[in-house]
């Protein structure tokens, strides 16, 4: 069975600093998709990142980093520099067939 | 294109009322979902559909009913609502797994109130 542990259920940090958002994942299949969602204060799912369980590159996007490594069934996520507008609350998310399982979230306040 | 539209945005129910969440896509995609979300929690699956005629449940289906009769809409069905049924409803959809470019597209979500 699929499972996400995002273990860091609230973070808080000053602006500026650099934060890391983990996410653990269970799966027994070898194809699989994960994904980063934002959920800022205003409700909407906001898609960040997919990536499927083939290609392990780490990817930056501006101050945005994902780390994904299979030997240790993580796809950890990194904000440079945070900002307050960053304040939102984070899903990671495992596909391995068509519907989604979330887990059950970071909420990540960024203080001025 | 508006991608996934979900009506209403908000509802205020009462206890036994019954209701229906509507979800339409324009995108012409198979797959199709619902989601609830609790207060603090993260999204948990309702029911499914891969395409037309076809719906399976996912990890929280009682209470709940769907049907897919086109492949544009997805309508959720609340039978004699409960307060447990206070939520925040998504609904999703996807190209089939697999293919190009897959990935899911949410709609807005629908805040419901059981009172």
């Known amino acids: 069975a699929q499972k996400v542990t995002q273990a860091q259920t609230e973070i808080s940090v000053v602006e500026k600093e650099d934060v890391t958002l983990d996410c653990v994942y269970e799966?027994?299949?070898?194809?699989?998709?994960l994904f980063w969602y934002k959920q800022p204060p205003s409700g909407e799912l906001v898609f960040l990142i997919r990536r499927n369980s083939f290609d392990e590159q780490n990817e930056i996007s501006g101050r945005y980093s994902w780390n994904f490594q299979k030997s240790t069934s993580s796809f950890n996520f990194t904000i440079t520099a945070s900002q307050v507008v960053d304040s939102a609350v984070y899903f990671c998310a495992l596909s391995e067939s068509p519907p989604l399982v979330f887990g059950k979230g970071t909420r990540l306040s960024v203080i001025a | 294109n508006a991608g996934v539209t979900q009506t209403p945005k908000f509802r205020i129910l009462k206890i036994g009322q019954s209701m229906t969440l509507q979800c339409t896509q324009d995108m012409n995609h198979n797959y199709m979902y619902w989601y609830r979300q609790d207060p603090g929690m993260g999204l948990k699956l309702i029911y499914y559909?891969?395409?037309?005629?076809?719906?399976d449940k996912g990890e929280v289906p009682n209470g709940y009913n769907v049907s897919r009769s086109t492949t544009e809409d997805f309508p959720l069905r609340l039978e004699l609502a409960a307060p447990s049924q206070t939520s925040v409803y998504f609904c999703?959809?996807?190209?089939?797994?697999?293919?190009?470019?897959?990935?899911?597209?949410f709609g807005s979500g629908t805040r419901l109130t059981v009172v």
């Open positions: 559909s891969v395409g037309a005629g076809i719906t």
């Open positions: 999703a959809s996807s190209k089939p797994w697999g293919e190009m470019s897959f990935g899911y597209t």
């Open positions: 799966t027994r299949d070898t194809t699989y998709y």
